[in-house]
């Protein structure tokens, strides 16, 4: 068990997807390009990349592009096969039960959950 002060520290997040590709050499994992909302000191938009070993439930990762989906964007950037990962994909189940989170509505990237 966690204490609501610890739950609170996670911060999930909606992206919209931008583009999405199978890490070479790999089986399970895919590298997305996600719009969370978030500009650099210059004004210009700034997508993080997000590595998630969901390749076995996406059989084309172009499906992906443009879906709003549920990240965890709080978490200490991590290096998967050679590619800094800024996030981690909020999803559920496995196998058969395996989905996406996502919003029943648009809303805008970067949207945080509560």
Known sequence: MISIDEFSKIEV???????????????????C????GEVDTEGVSS????????????????TLVGRQLAY???????VIKGIESNGMLFAVGEGDTFAFLTPDR????????H
């Open 33 to 36: 390009t996600v719009d969370f």
């Open 13 to 31: 997040r909606v992206g919209t997807v931008k583009s999405a590709e199978r890490v070479p050499e790999t089986d399970k994992l895919l590298k």
């Open 106 to 113: 648009p809303v805008p990237p970067g949207t945080s959950a």
């Open 47 to 62: 997508p993080r990349t997000i590595v998630s070993g969901i390749a076995a439930y996406v059989e084309d990762p172009g």
């Open 72 to 78: 965890v964007t709080n978490l200490e950037p991590r």
